[in-house]
């Protein structure tokens, strides 16, 4: 299948590492120009010269605090001045804190606005205007299975990662017109270092073992293993290409069958 990426102007945000990452590294191999930008410069570094290597294609980087509005303006702007407008925008940011209710103070509760959900409205806004230049674009956002199903122990992401969808399905509407589409794709247990150091913390203080911990959890999926990174990229590539033509506000789980409802 021709996903139809081919120069087309893409950017990813968190994409040192991880999910971002190899979601980067998905679209440079069907031909896209992209663009990722993470706070760690060396972490960027070190992905930029993984891609071309892998890919053969040089992909640009741009040092971005996803909490800072002025830096996500500029990396945008940017993006979009060097490779000729933006098609393709990926949102993305690292989980907050674990916990529960009574551990979030509001310093708490207000990071976790600015990083998993005021920094995807401000993505978005400042993407939207070169889309719509362009004739239109597509958006991912990357989230957490938790907008389908609250996860114990991590109310932060459950309610702000469940914004995110709450957005997604409203811009859809408003975007439609202008040939933009956005949808959300949601990561069950991918084998990443996030899950590794929730599952540490989850061990700690069970008293128990990464290992004991992470057997029990591939109990609850049917296909009986994590998913790799390059998988759920394969689904963020498609639904932020232009073989995709009518999906849009949906959430599509990316989890090997570990939620149960409808």
Same mark, same amino acid.
């Given at each position: 299948m021709n996903l139809g990426l081919s120069d087309k102007s893409v950017f990813v945000a968190a994409a040192s590492k991880g999910l971002g990452k190899a979601s980067a590294l998905a679209f440079a191999q069907e031909g896209a120009r992209v663009t990722i930008a993470s706070r760690n410069e060396e972490q960027l570094t070190s992905a930029r010269e993984e891609i071309l290597a892998a890919t053969g294609h040089k992909v640009n980087t741009l040092r971005m605090d996803v909490t800072d509005e002025e830096e996500i303006r500029r990396a945008i702007k940017a993006t979009a001045d060097s490779q000729g407008g933006l098609d393709v925008l990926v949102t993305n940011a690292g989980?907050?804190?674990?916990?529960? #209710?009574a551990d979030m103070r509001d310093e708490d509760w207000q990071r976790g606005f600015e990083l998993n959900l005021l920094s995807v409205i401000r993505m978005i806004r400042e993407a939207v205007p070169y889309m719509k230049s362009a004739g239109g674009g597509r958006i991912v956002n990357l989230a957490s299975t938790s907008i389908k199903q609250p996860i114990a122990g991590l109310i932060l992401s459950n309610v702000f990662r469940a914004g995110v969808q709450s957005l997604a399905k409203t811009l859809a509407e408003d975007l439609a017109k202008d040939g933009i589409l956005i949808n959300t794709i949601a990561p069950g247990r991918i084998a990443t270092d996030r899950i590794t150091e929730l599952d540490s913390a989850r061990a700690a203080n069970k008293g128990t073992s990464l290992e004991s911990i992470?057997?029990?959890?591939?109990?609850?999926?049917?296909?009986?293993?994590?998913?790799?990174?390059?998988? #759920?990229?394969?689904?963020?590539? #498609?639904?932020?290409? #232009?073989?995709?033509t009518y999906v849009t506000g949906q959430s599509i789980m990316v989890d090997g069958g570990m939620l149960r409802g409808l």
């Open positions: 989980g907050p804190p674990g916990g529960n #209710f992470q057997a029990e959890a591939v109990q609850a999926i049917p296909l009986g293993r994590m998913g790799t990174p390059e998988e #759920f990229a394969r689904m963020v590539t #498609f639904y932020g290409s #232009f073989a995709n």
